[in-house]
């Protein structure tokens, strides 16, 4: 398979339409949090009344058509071979969990993978809409769209006072996780990152890099969701969460800004120097790989660099992880081995572009 | 404000632990989060849980000065539907089943509170099929405080049209209850 077609299949077609504030924002994420009424919660739950659950969702919802996702499907991770959930993880359309620990566990899928529904992973059921770009109100919208769906078959665990019932006591009331990722480079790079997150975690928001991987963002990529899930509308939380991305937004446009004016020279002496060690090097950790990549993105988005284009950051977190690395190898790799198609994957990517504008 | 455990990166987890009365404030990296949550056999990804519990763990017995000699027994609450005890809930930091919060509602109010910023109740959507009549109620309260707005605002031709409708809303309710 050439590297065009791979990429192709590999990334969810939701991410290649271009989302809102795209330059800093790169996904939107919503998740509500469901059970169904009078069976355990996944946890407790024995085994076959976790196979009827995914059962009855099969039976009703998988090869259905809906007006906003049209074909979803459904896969069972037992059905899944290891490297394809591993894969699943990657795109973020599953959770580790799922993927390692859930019995009976499966996953409604549609087709632009915009929308993937969890069953019995921590609760029985988590409703997931991605979108690219700033579209939390979108997300949010289609995520209820979704829930409404379901609940049409499902008799939900809910309760007057306490909201939907969840597994865990940090996601009862709503059960929503709003989430957003950003790319904040410049913030990082000016020192004002460190004044931020104190401030953004008081205002009940979390602030994670990606994968939660230590405290040190990998690639410059933060994630910042609410923290509290009870005693307000599902409108209202997405409304802070929004109107605080909304201000890193203003304040990352204005770094950059600042640092264009101020360190030309020293941003595209970074940005270059990050591009020539992505387009040259032999291997390369995944730790260094997003990195660069965060420079280059950078250099895009503040016009440096003008022949690569914007999504490669996007499309590059994505096919450098282990899943994907063996997905296009064809085999199990060792970590020299990955290291080295790592370097050779993004090589050929980049590659791919100048080919694109000659 | 920075991680007690590490005391290098800033602490994202901030909570407050009682222990026989005792107030302890905790303030806690993702990284030392992870850590801590590591020690729990088969829950390596659920980090959250552990912290949690330490939250959730709090001896809510009197304090010595208030007690009258005889010691104080915990409750031994359990849940009538899964048999989780609340000590297990404590310690896993999660509810078996939806009947979990009935049966250990006695104790959840201080938790909700500490995890959702004073919180106890929910103020979110309520699902259409199964909450129809709290939907509907729901429904009239809103357009009530609407109603009132209007009103205020010396609106009284929409006012008149919601007024309207707060009365047939009210109607199919009762027609509902009758039926
Ligand atoms: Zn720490
Ligand atoms: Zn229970």
Known sequence: MSLQQFISQAISPWMKKEGPNSDIVLSSRVRLARNIQNVPFPMLAATEELSALS????????????????TIELLKTEDMKQNEKRVLVEKHLISPALSDESRAGAVLLSEDESLSVMINEEDHIRIQCLLSGFQLTEALKLANEVDDWLEDKLDFAFDEKRGYLTSCPTNVGTGLRASVMMHLPALVITRQMNRILPAVNQLGLVVRGIYGEGSEAQGNLFQISNQITLGKTEEDIVQDLQSVVLQLIQQERAARKTLMEQSRIQMEDRVYRSY?????SRTMESK?????LSDVRLGIDMGIIKDVSAN?????????????????AGEVLSPEQRDHRRAMLIRDRLHLETKKNN | MLCQECKERQATLHFTKIINGEKTEIHICDVC?????????????????????????????????HSTGHTPSREALSCPSCSMTYEKFAKVGRFGCAECYKAFQSKLDPIFKRIHSGNVVHGGKVPKRIGQDLHLHKEIEKLKQELKVLIAKEEFEQAAELRDRIRSLEKSLAEKKEG
């Open chain 1, 55 to 70: 059962d009855k969702i099969n039976t009703h919802y998988s090869r259905q058509s809906h007006h906003r996702f049209g």
């Open chain 1, 276 to 280: 020539g060690v992505l387009a040259y």
């Open chain 2, 33 to 65: 989060a992870k850590e801590k949550g590591e020690h729990i056999p088969g829950s390596k990804s659920f980090s959250i849980h552990q912290l949690l519990s330490g939250l959730l763990d709090f001896d809510q017995t009197v304090s010595p000065v």
């Open chain 1, 288 to 292: 260094e790989a997003t990195k660069r």
């Open chain 1, 312 to 328: 490669i950051l996007n499309e590059l977190m994505i096919l450098i992880q282990p899943g994907f690395l063996q997905q296009y």
